[in-house]
């Protein structure tokens, strides 16, 4: 069973910037449409970011323009740099393939983002 481990994650003041990484224990990206999903207290978990095997990359309005998805198949990693971060971002983040979940979650990794 591939294993998914989230990390990167931190206090930052608004508008700063962060790099979360999501590592596979083994080789799913190049077969799979990979998302980044985040769980704010109380919410429900929401879809923020996916790449596709080929690199085609789509974003939720609320983060478009401000954070960027990226891949790296040789390292089975998947990257979400986050910039100008915004209070609403503050949240628990995950990896999973999409649209289905077909792996275990992670432990995520949180963002805390302060004023």
């Known amino acids: 069973q591939v294993r998914l481990v989230e990390s990167g994650g931190g206090l930052v003041q608004a508008g700063g910037s962060l790099r979360l990484s999501c590592a596979a224990s083994g080789s799913i990206f190049s077969i799979n449409t990979m998302g980044w999903y985040r769980q704010a207290p109380a919410k429900q978990r929401e879809l923020v970011a996916t790449?596709?095997?080929?690199?085609?990359?789509s974003y939720a309005d609320s983060v478009k323009g401000r954070f960027t998805i990226s891949r790296d198949s040789a390292k089975n990693t998947v990257y979400l740099q986050m910039n100008s971060l915004k209070l609403e971002d503050t949240a628990v983040y995950y990896c999973?393939?999409?649209?289905?979940?077909?792996?275990?979650w992670g432990q995520g990794t949180q963002v805390t983002v302060s004023s």
């Open positions: 790449i596709t095997y080929l690199g085609l990359t």
């Open positions: 999973n393939t999409y649209p289905n979940y077909l792996l275990n």
